[in-house]
């Protein structure tokens, strides 16, 4: 009996690792999130049991109580259990809190992490999160505190030189550019990636002065990674929209 808590990766199902998948394949419980490809769930035996735990805004949701009471049960019934979470397992998800209560149960667990969209999804965007002379480091936050505010390194973030990735803050994409702007950086880049790595995404780009209204225009939401820095500039939209005139110009 043991926990698997394994990464699904952002969201193209070919992007998990062959660890993930052969857990898939061995387990006897799958409980999977809204944010796993449910393609991935082809590579379970017929005989598993496979349960929907998503949770989604403003859609009703299996709590993080009942997902606890399903893991615990099954695992001490002798079965194992697979826990398949979009992204990485632990990154602003609550793994290691799933971790911690079946440990102390002395139940075996194990993480297999995948790839997180805070750096894959911008990266098959064509928005490097890091390049070479334009920005060493980054930051990823989220967007949604357990208070429901933003995280104070939100204001640290928007005074850097670095790229900074949002996860889960288009609900408080204002909120954000606002900050961004106290820090005056109105004409910094930014991008919105909506269900990044699949054939349903949506991308826009814009700087922060003008980002909003561009969301607005396209109908981008949730799931989607916001990804503010000049490394945005790299991106073939943003070459497209604006840099693309600035060579016509000078033409």
Not at 26 to 34: G, Q, S
Not at 81 to 88: A, E, F, I, Q
Request: net charge positive; aromatic share 4%; glycine share 10%.
């Amino acid at each position: 009996m043991k926990l698997s808590l394994i990464g699904a990766g952002p969201g193209d199902a070919e992007l998990i690792t062959l660890k993930a998948i052969r857990r898939l394949n061995e387990a006897d419980v799958i409980l999977y999130d809204a944010l796993a490809n449910q393609a991935l769930l082809g590579h379970a035996e017929p005989k598993a049991e496979i349960i929907y735990v998503g949770k989604r805004k403003g859609q009703h949701s299996v709590s993080q109580e009942e997902i606890n009471r399903i893991i615990v049960t099954n695992v001490l019934s002798g079965k194992h259990v697979v826990r398949l979470k979009g992204g990485d397992p632990v990154i602003f998800g609550r793994g290691f809190e799933e971790m911690d209560m079946v440990k102390k149960l002395g139940i075996y667990v194990e993480i297999i992490p995948g790839i997180s969209s805070s750096v894959g999804v911008p990266t098959l965007a064509g928005v490097p999160v890091t390049k070479r002379g334009i920005s060493e480091s980054y930051w990823v936050l989220t967007g949604h505190t357990k208070s429901g505010k933003l995280p104070k390194d939100m204001a640290l973030a928007a005074q850097s030189n670095a790229t900074v990735i949002v996860l889960m803050g288009m609900s408080k994409l204002s909120e954000i550019c606002d900050i961004f702007s106290n820090a005056g950086k109105d004409k910094l880049p930014v991008a919105i990636i909506q269900d990044g790595t699949t054939e349903r995404q949506k991308i826009a780009v814009a700087q922060v002065n003008s980002i909003c209204d561009e969301v607005a225009s396209k109908g981008l939401k949730n799931p989607a990674v916001i990804v503010f820095g000049e490394t945005v500039k790299c991106s073939p939209d943003y070459v497209m929209k604006y840099l693309q005139k600035e060579v016509l110009a000078y033409a």
